[in-house]
Each structure stands twice: as C-alpha cells, then as structure tokens.
C-alpha cells in the first residue's frame, strides 16, 4: 500500500492528510492554540467531589473544570498520591522513584471520596479533548508513548500487542524488556517493536523515563493549574504512531514543520528521513495533491460513491444514522439479493473510511440494504470488521440485525472532524428566506430616485432578471412608465438571465455600474 502525508500549515492550524493509494482516508486538523490536547499533562486541582457520580471535578485551566471518573484513577491511585504530595513539598527528589514503596490497589468498587479530597492538587492527563459544552476528561493512570513502547509509572507489569502472533517473538521481546526496564515502570510493547533489537527499545525506553524524571523536578516550583508537560503535536505524534515502510511520501508547506519532521525521522527511523519533502509550488498544498476535491466531495449529508451507490449521513445529539442508498447502480445479470450484496459490500468500505475520515465517535447505526440470506449478511460483517480493521481507534462492530441494521461503537477522543462544503447562498445570504418581489422593486424605485434626483444621473439602465424585467414592462401603464411620468426619464430595462431573481444594477451611459 502506498502512503502519503500531506500537510497543511497556516497561521491558525495545520491540517494533516493522510492517503492511501492516492484516496483520502484521514484528516487531522491541530489548532495552533490548542492547550488541551490528548495526552497533554497538568497538575490540577480537585473542585469538587461528586460521591453520587463517584468521580470529582478538576481546574486545569479550562473555563470548564474536567471531568475524572473513579474507574480512571488507576490501580495505584494511593502510592501516586503519596509521591505527587511529596514532589509538591521538594521531597521527592531525595527518594529513588525506582525504590519508592507501591501501596495496596484499590478496590474497583472503591468511592472516589476514599482517595481523593476537595483542595488536593493532582497530577493529571487528558484523555478526551472538550467536546461541544462538555470539559475535557482526565486520568491520573499517566502513560508516554514512545515510538516501541508506551511507558506506565507505577506499574511493573509488560503488555504486548495483540498485533504481535508469534509466540517466540513475544517470548524474547518480554525478555528484552526485563532486562532493561527500571523498577516501578510498567511497559506496553506496541506492534512496531515486533523484530527491533534491544539498543532501540532502551533508547526509546530512556528517552520516555526523562520524560516522568522531567515532571517530577518541576513539581517543588509550581502550583495548580499548570501545565507540565504537552504531548507532540499532531504531526509528531501521526508520525511516530503511523510510520512504516508502506510511508513513501510526506509533503510538508511549512519549514519550520518541515524541519521539525526530518528531526523526528532522524530519531526513529534515519533511513526515511528522504521521504520527507519540502513543498514551495504557488497552487495551494492541498489542491496540488487532489485532497481539496476529495474533502468536497467526501464531506456533507450526502457521500456518492463512483458506482453510483450513495450514502445518506445523519447526526443525532446520542448517535449517527448512515443509510445506504443503491442509486443507478443495478446488475441486471444478478438477482435482487446479489446486487443487495454487493452494493452493501461497497457501502461498507466507504463507510469505514468515513468513520476514520469525519472521526466519528461513539454510537453508529447504518442501515444496510435488506438481504434475506444469512450467509450474506455474514459475508458484509466479515468484510466490514476487515475494513474496519485499518482504523486505529478501538471499536465494535456487531453482526446486522434482521432488519439489516448494523451497530458501531469507536472511541472518541477528539471533536468530530467537520468540513464546509456548502457555500453561502448568495440571494438569501444563509437566512433561507429572500425578500418578496415587491419589495424588491420598492428597493429599485428607492435606489432610482436617489440616482435622479440626488446624483442627477441620465441615461440610466437596470439590468435585472428577466422576471422582474417583465414585471416592470408589462402593460400599457407600466412600473417603468409610472417611473417615467415621476422623474421625466426613461429608464432602459435590460433582462440577465444570468442573474438571481432578486439581483440588480444599474448602470450608466458608459455602461459602468453605478448602483447594485
């Protein structure tokens, strides 16, 4: 599969475009004022205490405070505690983090008023970015992602991905993990370290350990709320999560990101560092490379796929609707429940694509076109899980129901991403009501007789649509005469049928527009 990154950078945002064979499957836009994104870390402090939510409110700075559930305290909410109340008062620096006591884990079915108090300023990560009037959701479990491992402070136990099959690969990937990993880190094995050798694991392993080191000197001299450490942007963080050898491209606008990029590959991968190019061209990055069509085309209620099947896309405050539609497209060589199949096997790649495009969490319903076989909707639930696949974001995807309704939940983190593809309708200005024909031609007779009599304008003629025009000419005792019998002057009408109904001019002798 060939990989490209193409991105974007202005003075508000940067946008991130990633395809695959040429297609448009995900989109990334990064505020460049964004102070809370997901993995940034704060000390916060504790506002209140909620035992019947059992979960407390905290101030890290947002106009609204976050949101932390019990069940996102972690296992070792007690010793985490202890260490962040000892580092406010200096006296973690003298304590070996490696040697420091982990006390008992918590009950899951503890209350949240057993380990935490109102006042308590807490070390926490953004696990959920503020979405709509919601503030953003938090976790005191803090983890780093590296480029092979995400790092756990205060845990000792080793994860690998499920990614990884064999089991003699896993066997001596945990091994090498034993042998590096300091005491009281708890380490997860990402699918990209599968066959890596032990000097780059224990690079990335040190460089996430600085990273907890960093934190825990800057505790004695700050105080809540305070950001204490930001994750990468999102350029970084697409990179050091996406790259492979299927990458055989990243475009990049701006110099400073160009740079930035060519750094990170340096670290992680130096013999990529070539795919990154710099690009200078006057056409805008995005329409260079084809993903402003793709975005207008991809975006909005309606998605037409090439066949001619399309998708109808409804957003709900609880949950998204996608309805399949098979349009024109019709074999006539297959019976009704084949072509059913088929069009519901092309809807569901699109629709996988949509999911990752638009990042659309939560509840998804899409209403698939009946079939009657089961080993049909058997053979859509396989093909969509296998499509799905290649989205990151954890999700379910249940079989169709006998109605052929299929259920989706994916993890949302994010704001749902959004593109504008309808542009202002320039008559009624977005408002969907326009002015009545009378007015409008009130608003004509007002604008001549300040023509007239104000500017002493002659040979006057007004350029409207043919509506109008006859509007104004028809009969013997015309609006046009009536304007003759009132200002002495004839007014010439001119119809454009390239004009909206309620557009106008009017233009002088020289046909210059004087008015509009």
């Known amino acids: 599969m060939n990989r490209e990154l193409i991105i974007d950078s202005n003075s508000s945002e940067v946008s991130i475009a990633l395809l695959e064979d040429k297609t448009l499957v995900e989109l990334h836009k990064e ?87 109102s006042g308590q300023q807490i070390l926490v ?66 699918t990209v370290a599968e066959h890596k050798k032990v000097a780059e694991l224990d690079a990335d392993l040190r460089d996430l350990t600085s990273k907890w080191e960093k934190i825990t000197k800057q505790l004695p001299h700050i105080s809540a709320p305070r950001k204490v450490l930001s994750e990468l942007g999102r350029t970084s963080t697409i990179l050091r999560d ?14 400073v990101l160009y740079e930035e990029a060519r750094n990170l590959l340096g670290t ?17 990055i995005f329409e260079y490379f084809g993903v402003e069509k793709q975005l207008r085309n991809s975006f909005g209620k309606t998605v037409t796929i090439k066949s ?13 609707v996608i309805d399949v539609n098979s349009g024109h497209r019709v074999n006539k060589d297959n019976s009704q429940e084949e072509n059913a199949l088929e069009v519901n096997i092309e809807a569901a790649i699109e629709i996988a694509r949509q999911l990752r495009l638009r990042d659309m969490g939560g509840i998804i319903v899409v209403d698939f076109i009946d079939m009657n076989d089961a080993k049909n909707r058997r053979a859509l639930h396989n093909r969509f899980k296998e499509e799905m696949a290649k989205d990151s974001a954890k999700h379910t995807v249940l079989p169709p129901s006998r109605f052929g309704l299929v259920q989706i939940t994916r993890q949302r983190v994010r704001p749902q991403m959004t593109v504008p593809v309808l542009e202002q309708c320039p008559v009624c200005n977005g408002s969907g009501e326009i002015k009545s024909s009378v007015i409008v031609v009130d608003d004509i ?32 005792k015309s609006i046009r005469y009536k304007w003759f019998l009132k200002y002495k002057r004839w007014v010439k009408i001119q119809a454009n049928k390239d004009f909206h109904l309620l557009e106008y001019l009017f233009l002088n002798k020289n046909n210059e527009v004087i008015k509009s």
């Open 31 to 117: 505020q460049n004022n964004n102070q809370f994104s997901v993995g940034d870390i704060f000390l916060g402090k504790v506002r209140k205490i909620m035992p019947g939510l059992n979960a407390a409110f905290v101030d890290v700075g947002y106009e609204r405070d976050a949101f932390l559930h019990y069940l996102d305290l972690g296992p070792q909410i007690k010793t985490y505690n202890n260490f962040v109340k000892l580092g406010l008062l200096g006296k973690s620096q003298h304590i070996s983090f490696e040697k420091f006591r982990l006390e008992k884990d918590i009950e899951k079915t503890g209350k949240i008023n057993q380990v935490l108090t």
């Open 125 to 190: 990560q953004i696990a959920k970015e503020p979405i709509s009037t919601k503030g953003p959701r938090i976790s005191t479990e803090i983890s780093f992602p590296g480029r092979y491992i995400v790092l756990l402070p205060f845990s000792n136990k080793i994860s690998i991905s499920q990614k990884i099959k064999s089991k003699e690969e896993r066997s001596r990937l945990k091994r090498l993990i034993l042998s590096i990993k300091p005491n009281n880190y708890g380490v997860i094995i990402r």
């Open 242 to 255: 996406n790259l492979n050898e299927s990458f055989n491209s990243i475009h990049i606008n701006d110099s």
């Open 268 to 284: 992680i991968s130096p013999d990529k560092i070539d795919i990154v190019k710099r690009y200078k061209g006057r056409t805008p």
């Open 308 to 320: 001619g099947v399309y998708l109808i896309i409804e957003h709900t405050e609880a949950l998204h």
């Open 445 to 476: 007779e007002n604008n001549l007789n300040y023509l007239i009599q104000d500017q002493n304008e002659k040979n006057l003629t007004l350029a409207v649509h043919p509506f109008i025009a006859a509007y104004l000419t028809k009969g013997m």
